[in-house]
């Protein structure tokens, strides 16, 4: 809910629905754990989306984190929907992959890292059961290039995709009529979506070398990439 | 019956099932057992098939931001792993909080338990007693009475409700995409309600859907935001101005304050109507099903939570202690601080201590990872059929008491508070196992009921409500000294690191929604030395020890029958009743997507 606290004075309210005199209510979610490397993938896109735009105040920006259930009452809510996630679709890594409406599973997440993967595709299930699923939908996915790196960030396949998505994200909410405006002063602390020591660079610059603390997971699912890591 | 509780108890000679992954929780594990010619377990093992370890993200950081890593560890545990942390902090380097903060720590913890328990059995656990698609079947009508006579109070309880509520089950299962009833054995004879409670389920499973959100408001209140709350060492991120107007995200006022007592109300209202009557009449429906106790009926820990004066552990509302060999009349004070009461060993897990130390006290804890399997392993290295527990096993570490294996959760909670002669806990026990025994017929007393697969899903209902019931009063207090004048949230006096020494330790312990929880911390020229956290389901999902004691999880399968081995809906339902966690306990190993259970019969 952090988005929403902030006053927002962006130029427009997005109004494209059957009732024109109700904006949209949208949310624009990043889902992941951004202490697994490419896993971070959903919330490092929201993070830079929001760093660099002001939207009006009927559009939330969240990080959802490791969220899973948890989610459930942002999704009911909103009526339209963007969401950014590390997927697995079998695609090459670093692969963006846009999908829309119907189309999105009920099924995503890469693993079962945490509730959110276990959970995400039966967060959507759960709205609908409840009769409350958003109309418009958006997932905006990129197939991760490593995950098993614990306190690691975004491998640059992957980093360079967020960029992409978030062109994306914005193309699909100007067909509603939103249109976020470039922010002329940088973000205010007290209206990041996360404290600042998570923020992206702080995160990675005070990484703990590997020497002080190893970083190695288990071999059964290491194999031959093992080499890789270590390089 | 004895429980067993060490490998000489066992026997591995049967048919082995193994599941991977058990579903439906947080992270990732593996169980195996071996049941004999009546399908009974005689051994059971379990593996944490993922690593760990804290300190990889949090080594040389600063001390002062590590709650805001911790919250990020895991997604249903946040708030609770941040709190630990910053009370870890304020060890180490002497910070007392206000009382403001104190109050308002005690509120957004309990609304993290409450949340917690709540969607932990409406959502993760309901669904191994209750069988959506048998509610198809049931008639509205017989629902409707069912709901009164269990509930009087609740509103929810027309027959008209329940239709609506089975015409849209039977909507969405139409669809085909089953979603979250997926994956389900629904004509497993394990299943034992009729279809008018377990209608009477769904539509709880919905309402406490609807209820959740509402108790999560409170974090935003006091943390600023929820996902992920603020927290801060030395006190809490949020002012207080008692006159203040203003949006969401001013300091708290009169108006936020009253809107968290609604919500507080709401969650009282839910617990009293809907979650203990439910947790009682499943109960009594599954009567004869009292198996999973394990280690509960012997071996039981917690830290202590909610001291009703701050910093005074004798005024905790649910008390600390150690039980052990079930004897209740002697509860056995523990102190996280002394390395010869908690150690982690390795004998059985996947990692190496430096030289030929033992057990570690985790202000000394070691995370050197040494992946090998048993003589015994049936299968590769990259594709393990069958693990041989004789050796190095899990990714778990194994903590033990004074050398003991224990469980730790509600029902040790509840157990220890009930032994120490806590009135509000005795009282809500002993009510419980009244209408319990009236409802069934049965006059078991509570040693033979609580530790229990079916007692541990009571206690964390029993805990929902005393969590509730309790924040009325924190609420007053803290507008009580609010309105005496002191708008206090936070102590800074030691902000500054150059204030610290130039190292300090320090522990923080919490009763987690899983089971007692402790962070451990080494501060070194300001910077994170050593940090390390034994997480509930280190405890419970404990392996074996180089004294063969077996951990929670195991001891609980021990000598339940299954209705078939190939469908292991008793195995998790009382894996389930511990509300496991591995998210945090260990680190992702998962090979593919993959949602659905294997089990394997060898």
């Known amino acids: ?57 009927n559009v939330e920006v969240m990080d959802g984190g490791t969220q899973g259930i948890y989610l459930v009452q942002h999704v009911q809510r909103c009526d339209l929907l963007v969401v950014f996630d590390a997927i697995d679709y079998g695609l090459a890594p670093g692969t963006m992959k846009v999908i829309q409406g119907d189309d999105v599973p009920k099924y995503m997440g890469v693993k079962k890292m945490s509730l959110h993967q276990t959970g995400f595709q039966e967060v959507l299930a759960m709205a609908e059961f409840t009769g409350h699923y958003p109309q418009h939908l958006i997932l905006i996915g990129v197939q991760p290039v ?30 509603f009529g939103i249109h976020p405006q470039l922010r002329d002063q940088p973000l205010p602390p007290q209206e990041q979506l996360a404290p600042t020591e998570l923020q992206q660079h702080r995160y990675e610059a005070g990484r703990p070398s590997e020497v002080d603390a190893c970083r190695l997971g288990d071999e059964r699912f290491l194999n031959d990439t093992t080499d890789e890591r270590n390089n | 019956m004895n429980t067993p509780m060490n490998t000489k108890d066992l026997d591995n000679s049967g048919r082995r099932i193994v599941v991977d992954p058990v579903t439906r929780i947080e992270g990732h594990m593996r169980c195996e057992v071996n049941v004999d010619d009546n ?25 002062r931001d590590a709650w805001a890593f911790v919250e990020r560890i895991c997604g249903v545990c946040t708030g609770t792993h941040a709190l630990t942390s910053v009370r870890a902090v304020e060890d180490a380097l002497g910070i007392q909080i206000p009382l403001n903060a104190h109050l308002i720590r005690h509120l957004m913890d309990k609304t993290l338990q409450a949340h917690d328990h709540i969607v932990h059995f409406y959502h993760l656990h309901a669904l191994d007693w209750i069988n959506p698609v048998n509610a198809l079947k049931a008639d509205p009508v017989g629902t409707s009475e069912l709901q009164k006579m269990v509930s009087p109070h609740h509103p929810k309880s027309s027959p008209g409700y329940f239709k609506d509520v089975q015409t849209r089950l039977k909507k969405f299962v139409e669809t085909g995409q089953l979603g979250l009833f997926a994956n389900g054995y ?59 107007v203003g949006a969401s995200g001013a300091p708290v006022n009169m108006t936020s304050l009253n809107f968290v007592l609604q919500r507080i109300k709401e969650a009282q209202a839910f617990t009293d109507n809907v979650y203990l009557p439910d947790v009682l009449a499943i109960a009594g429906l599954y009567k004869d099903w009292l198996y999973g106790g394990g280690l509960a009926s012997k071996n039981v820990l917690a830290y202590g939570t909610y001291q009703k ?9 649910l008390p600390g202690g150690a039980i052990i060999n079930g004897n209740w009349d002697e509860v ?15 004998d059985h897990s996947w990692y190496t201590y430096e030289g030929d130390k033992k057990g570690l006290h985790p202000w000394d804890g070691e995370t050197e990872p040494k992946f090998e399997l048993g003589p015994n392993t049936v299968g590769s290295r990259t594709n393990i059929k069958e693990i041989d527990e004789g050796a190095k096993y899990s990714w778990i570490k194994a903590p033990r008491w004074r050398g003991h294996a224990m469980e730790v959760g509600p029902l040790a909670r509840y157990i220890i508070a009930y032994a120490s002669g806590n009135d509000y806990v005795q009282d809500q026990v002993d009510r419980a196992l009244g209408t319990f025994n009236q409802n069934t017929g049965l006059a078991l007393t509570v040693k033979q009921f609580l530790p229990s697969t079916l007692g541990r899903t009571l206690a964390r209902a029993m805990e929902c409500k005393l969590c509730v019931d309790t924040m009325i009063d924190d609420w007053h207090q803290l507008v009580g000294n609010i309105k005496n004048g002191d708008s206090s949230t936070a102590n800074v006096e ?31 020229d ?38 078939r081995p190939d469908e292991p809906v008793e195995i998790l339902r009382t894996l389930h009743s511990f509300d496991p966690c591995l998210a945090c306990s260990t680190h992702v190993m998962s090979e593919d997507g993959q949602e659905l259970t294997k089990v394997k019969i060898r």
């Not at chain 1, 024109?20 to 989306?49: C, H, K, M, Y």
Request: charged share 20%; net charge negative; hydrophobic share 40%.
């Open chain 1, 1 to 57: 809910m952090a988005g929403s606290q902030s006053e927002l004075r962006a130029n427009s309210g997005a109004v494209n629905s059957a009732d024109q005199t109700q904006p949209l209510r949208a949310i624009i979610l990043g889902i992941g754990n951004l202490l697994w490397a490419d896993e971070g993938f959903g919330i490092r896109a929201v993070e830079s989306l929001h760093a660099r735009y002001q939207f009006p105040d």
């Open chain 1, 146 to 175: 490593e995950l098993e790196d614990f306190g690691g960030s975004l491998r640059p396949a992957v980093q360079a995709q967020v960029a992409p998505a978030i062109s994306v994200a914005l193309e699909y909410l100007h067909t």
């Open chain 2, 39 to 63: 399908n009974i377990i005689r051994n059971a093992v379990s593996t944490g098939t993922m690593w760990r370890g804290l300190e990889v993200i949090l080594k040389g950081r600063d001390p």
């Open chain 2, 186 to 244: 629904w004509d497993n004879p394990a299943y034992k309600l009729p279809a008018e409670a377990d209608l009477m389920a769904v539509a709880h499973y919905l309402e406490a859907l609807d209820m959740q959100k509402e108790i999560v408001k409170i974090h935003t209140i006091f943390g600023g935001k929820n996902p992920h709350p603020n927290f801060m060492v030395g006190g809490v991120a949020c002012a207080i101005n008692i006159d203040g």
């Open chain 2, 309 to 317: 004066v701050p910093y005074d552990p004798t005024s905790n509302l």
């Open chain 2, 332 to 346: 056995h004070e523990v102190d996280v601080r002394d390395p010869e009461q908690i150690k982690e060993f390795v």
């Open chain 2, 494 to 524: 030691k902000w500054d690191p150059a204030s610290w020494p130039k190292e300090a330790i320090g522990v923080g312990t919490n009763e987690a929604p899983r089971g007692a929880l402790g962070h451990w911390i080494k501060i070194k």
């Open chain 2, 526 to 563: 300001g910077k994170i030395e050593n940090y390390q956290a034994i997480v509930p389901t280190t405890w419970n999902g404990s392996p074996r020890d180089g004294e063969g004691n077996i951990g929670a999880f195991e001891a609980a399968l021990m000598n339940t029958p299954m209705e």
